[in-house]
Structures are given as C-alpha cells and as structure tokens.
C-alpha cells in the first residue's frame, strides 16, 4: 500500500486516503451482509443515540445549578456550530464522493450519495465529534461512551463507502475543536456571570 500524501491518482485528494479507502472499502465488501446491514443502520443510529443524550441531559439538569444548565444547552449550540462549518467547507471545496470517483475500489455498501452532496468533510463525523465533546463536558459520566461513538461513526462513513479517510478525519477535528471551544467559551459565561450575581445577593 502506498503512503505517499501527494495527489496523483485524483486531484486535492491525499493518494494515502485513497489507499486506505480501498482497503476500508475491500473490507466491508468482503463482510457477511449482516455486518453490512448493521453498518447501514449503525451509521445514523450512532447518530441518534447522541442527539437522544442531548436531550436527555436537558431533562438531567432542569433543576440543577446554573453551570450545569448553560453546559447542557451550549451542547446542541455548538453542534449546530459545527454542522454549519461543514456544510459550508462542503460548499466551498466541492469534492467528490469516493464511491464516484475512485476507480477500481469495491461498491460502496451504502447507496453512493447523489452528485452534489459533496464528500469533504463528513457532517456525520462532525456531529458526532461535536456532540461527543460537548456531552464529555457536560455529562463527565458519559465521557467514554460517547467519545467511543464518535470514531466509531467515521469509521462507519469509510466502510460504508460514502467518505474518504480525511473526510472523517477532518469531520472529527473540526467537530472537536468547534465544540471545545464553544464549551469553553460557555463555561467562561458562567464564572463572569457568578460573580456579578454574588454583588446582588
């Protein structure tokens, strides 16, 4: 397998990821259709499961001290930050999905997304990364599990065919980084906030 980082093979696309989504992709067309199809539905499931803790933070902390409830909610905040991000680097790099431009790599197991819906970065990483960071911070109870899902959804993304490695590599940072630094910036709220309203108690 080659490593070089140059962009040979297709243009602006790092020729190791598309080594590696070969390999990804030679993998999952070899699985058993049932590792398949729990592939196709774990993609948007992992998804769920996040949002579902979101939501059930909120619930969590509706009677809990003001820290916690700025937290809670600057979670699906900075997941829309970070959504948003994407979206528009998706716009602006327009690359295109693997699944139609690689040659000679496996069929994608997932339907190939229609041209247009561009493959750098991947939402679903970002999401997943967003989410996963907000929730560590929020809910520190959770830390492992929803930092286990977020790479496990862009792995998912490669084996299903739809994403190129650095598409969900960059969907990870970018999730992360967006959403550790808008739990920062919200945990920065609370402490500016406290001692004002110590003054008028």
């Known amino acids: 397998m080659s490593l070089s ?3 040979n093979e297709i243009e602006d696309v790092p020729d190791v990821s598309i080594d590696w989504y070969r390999a990804v992709t030679g993998l999952a067309a070899e699985s058993p259709e049932w590792v398949q199809a729990v592939a ?16 059930a933070n909120l619930w969590r902390i509706r009677r809990a001290d003001l820290r916690a409830r700025v937290l809670a909610w600057a979670a699906p905040v900075v997941t ?4 948003v991000l994407s979206e528009t680097t998706k716009s602006l790099v327009e690359q ?3 699944c139609r431009a690689v040659r000679g790599a496996a069929a994608s197991v997932a339907e190939c997304p229609e041209p247009g819906d561009w493959s750098f970065p991947s939402n679903h ?25 977020a790479p496990l959804e862009a792995f998912l993304r490669v084996f299903l065919g739809v994403h190129y490695p650095h598409d969900v590599i960059t969907g990870l940072l970018l999730g992360s980084v967006t959403a550790a630094v808008g739990m920062v910036f919200a945990a920065a709220l609370v402490r500016a906030k406290a001692p004002a309203a110590a003054q008028h108690a």
């Open 125 to 149: 990483s970002t999401i997943a990364a967003a989410v996963a960071v907000a929730l560590a911070v929020a809910w520190r109870r959770l830390a492992v599990v929803v930092l286990v899902l």
């Open 96 to 98: 295109e999905r693997p």
């Open 5 to 7: 980082l140059t962009s």
């Open 80 to 83: 829309v930050v970070a959504y």
């Open 40 to 55: 196709v539905v774990a993609t948007d499931a992992v998804l769920l499961v996040l949002g579902a803790l979101v939501v």
